[in-house]
């Protein structure tokens, strides 16, 4: 499958009969972003950010190597190029974000990777935004954590996803950069 053929819209299936929602071999659910939000907010009131932060990463890092796996096994992408933008178009399609990439340079022999681009209307900003307030920093752990698990399984090789800039902070639009670890430095 090529990614111009990537909507999700297309690819989900209901079954009427058990009452699931599948994506390929991937059972899925819909829910309201408010209640997501609501959960963030929660865990703020019996917690502290940092585990809001590392409870949403893990999250979105789990279901980045899920998705990432289902995309291989029950879509077959034509190429590394491909697989590599389903993520961002399957996230754009749960509503989650959407997800533009700009720059994508995979070139894994010469220990060079490189994926960037914007986020638009992060569902999670917009709740943070709502329910806590701006801050100093990034906030879209659920996307990053996301971006980290998906690219990390595709490529095999350890990679490290950065949230750039973030509407929480103050920023236009959200960003995303996702280099190999080591080129980080
Ligand atoms: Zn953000």
Same mark, same amino acid.
Request: with cysteine; net charge negative; proline share 3%.
């Given at each position: ?61 789990? =279901?980045? @190597? ?7 096994? *029950?879509?077959?992408?034509? #190429? +590394?190029?491909?697989?590599? !933008? ?38 999670? =900003?917009? @709740? ?7 801050? *100093?920093?990034?906030?879209? #752990? +659920?996307?990053?954590?996301? !971006? ?38």
């Amino acid at each position: 499958m090529k990614i111009k053929d990537v909507h999700l819209k297309d690819l989900l299936e209901i079954h009427e009969d058990t009452a699931k929602l599948m994506l390929g071999s991937t059972r899925m659910v819909i829910m309201p972003a408010d209640s997501i939000g609501e959960l963030m907010e929660f865990i703020m009131q019996i917690s502290d950010e940092n585990m809001l932060e590392m409870f949403f990463y893990r999250m979105g890092e789990h =279901a980045g @190597q899920h998705d990432a796996e289902t995309l291989k096994r *029950d879509f077959s992408p034509d #190429t +590394l190029e491909d697989w590599l !933008a389903m993520g961002p178009a399957i996230h754009s399609g749960e509503g989650i974000v959407h997800a533009k990439p700009e720059v994508m340079e995979v070139d894994p022999d010469n220990g060079h990777f490189l994926f960037k681009g914007v986020w638009e209307n992060s569902f999670m =900003a917009e @709740q943070w935004l709502d329910r806590i307030g701006q801050v *100093d920093h990034p906030v879209c #752990t +659920l996307l990053t954590g996301y !971006a980290n698990g998906y690219v990390t399984k595709i490529m095999g090789h350890e990679v490290e996803a950065r949230e750039t800039a973030c509407i929480a902070k103050g920023d236009d639009v959200c960003r995303f950069e996702i280099r190999f670890k080591e080129e980080w430095d």
